[in-house]
């Protein structure tokens, strides 16, 4: 398919374990998104890159959580000693120009 | 931070109604933004509203941008259970002037339309 695609589509994981996710952006797409959005609540930005690098990680809460993008184009989202406050579904975005951004459909994180 | 309140949270309706979403801030945006999100997929835009008092229309949507730019609304004419959805308003960031795409989220709208 030609969109953004997550994997897993949902991990469920125990209290303290190390997880990745991973996003996989629309092809030739430069920038790259991560969103969390917990239950009833939008979207709340987490770190963006142009290319390889991180533009811009104002929204990652803590040094447990770290993004690569080491060939600009596949993502991988780590989160190191999982807590349950972390459970969330995942949201990857990428786009070529900042008005239009694709969403992929997210990755449920269940921490037990 | 800019932050962005949608109201109502919540509205059930019966097909054939209207309605109208509402997204305030006390902030001015350059551009405002809607998406629709339905269940385990991510948001879809919908339309992307730049200019004060600006009106475009999508089908039986409306959007409407506030003059001053602090708000925007969404309005719904003749309702389908195909509308149903979380309806998100997003404003983008700026740097210097230009977008650079990173996206604040109002809470959301959750539609239920009812056959």
């Known amino acids: 398919g030609a969109g953004v695609s997550q994997t897993p589509s949902n991990k469920v994981t125990e209290k303290g374990k190390y997880v990745e996710l991973r996003c996989d952006p629309i092809s030739g797409h430069t920038a790259l998104y991560w969103y969390r959005q917990s239950l009833g609540q939008g979207p709340e930005f987490l770190i963006y890159?142009?290319?390889?690098?991180?533009?811009?990680d104002s929204g990652l809460p803590n040094d447990r959580f770290f993004a690569v993008r080491p060939e600009g184009s596949v993502s991988t989202l780590k989160i190191q000693r999982t807590e349950r406050g972390d459970s969330a579904v995942y949201l990857c975005?990428?786009?070529?120009?900042?008005?239009?951004?694709?969403f992929g459909p997210g990755t449920r994180l269940t921490v037990l | 931070t800019q932050l962005l309140e949608q109201s109502p949270q919540f509205l059930s309706i019966q097909e054939g109604e209207n309605l109208t979403v509402y997204c305030n801030s006390s902030?001015?945006?350059?551009?405002l933004q809607w998406y629709r999100q339905e269940p385990g997929e991510g948001p879809v835009l919908l339309v992307t509203v730049v200019t004060g008092g600006e009106v475009k229309k999508l089908k039986r949507l409306t959007f409407q941008f506030g003059d001053a730019r602090k708000d925007s609304s969404l309005h719904i004419t003749a309702a389908q259970p195909g509308d149903t959805g979380l309806y998100l308003c997003a404003a983008p960031s700026y740097a210097g002037g230009t977008s650079y795409g990173k996206l604040t989220f109002g809470q959301g709208t959750i539609l239920t339309v009812h056959p």
């Open positions: 975005a990428s786009s070529l120009n900042p008005h239009e951004q694709f």
């Open positions: 902030s001015v945006f350059s551009s």
């Open positions: 890159f142009q290319g390889t690098g991180a533009a811009d």
